[in-house]
Every structure is written in C-alpha cells, then in structure tokens.
C-alpha cells in the first residue's frame, strides 16, 4: 500500500506561482514512477505532468510545458510541482498518483495506470 497526501494549494492571481507537495508513507516511494493530475468541474482527470523512480526523466502535458515543473525528493519521500505563470485554466482539483508497474512514462498520460491516488487539493487561480 501507498498513501499520498498533498499540500500548497491555494487562490492565486493569474501570473502567480504555487507549488505543490505531495508526501508518500507505505512502500518504498523511491522505486515509483510519479505523476500529477488535474480535474475541474464537470470534466475528467487530465495528465499535468510525470516524473520517473530516479527523478531523472520527466514528461508534461503540452499546456504546462515550460510553466510547471515536477520533481522529487526521495530522501523525504515527497513529489513536488511547482507551478508557474498560472492561468485561470488551469484552476482545478490537483491529484498526485504512483505508478507501481513497469509503463513507460510516455504512457503515463493515462489515469488507468495509477495505482494509488491521493486525495487531492484545490488550486484555484482567479483572473
């Protein structure tokens, strides 16, 4: 079992930052791929972003590339992303996931192959 809890959500102005943090307890966090995903209202979840077991490789959706960055810290167990020049669409439900099978990152963009979710947080950016 993985539990996942994040934190740093929040309202920010159109053009802000926040970063997310999202901490692991339960099986060993460093041998996960993790990732990020995001709902809003009335839609699915939608990838933002994926980070692998080392931190070494990363894959974003095409609307956060060059805004959000994922990372890692394995010694604290805990996925971050730092998210930058916000914009009112990206407002939503932000979810962390661990990938506990072998899936190439490039597939990562599907929520089916998340094995644990946490319970999510709200970001909220207002224009």
């Known amino acids: 079992q993985v539990q996942l809890a994040e934190s740093g959500g929040g309202l920010v102005q159109a053009g802000g930052s926040l970063r997310l943090s999202c901490a692991a307890s339960?099986?060993?966090?460093?041998?996960?791929?993790m990732g990020w995903f995001r709902q809003a209202p009335g839609k699915e979840r939608e990838f933002v972003a994926t980070?692998?077991?080392?931190?070494?490789?990363?894959y974003y959706a095409d609307s956060v590339k060059g805004r959000f960055t994922i990372s890692r810290d394995n010694r604290k167990n805990t996925v971050y992303l730092q998210m930058n020049s916000l914009k009112p669409r990206n407002t939503g439900f932000y979810y962390c996931?661990?990938?506990?099978?072998?899936?190439?990152?490039?597939?990562?963009?599907?929520?089916?192959?998340?094995?644990?979710w946490g319970p999510g947080k709200q970001v909220t950016v207002s224009s």
């Open positions: 996931n661990a990938v506990t099978g072998v899936v190439p990152l490039t597939d990562q963009f599907a929520a089916y192959v998340y094995d644990y």
């Open positions: 339960g099986r060993s966090f460093s041998s996960h791929d």
């Open positions: 980070i692998s077991w080392s931190g070494g490789t990363t």
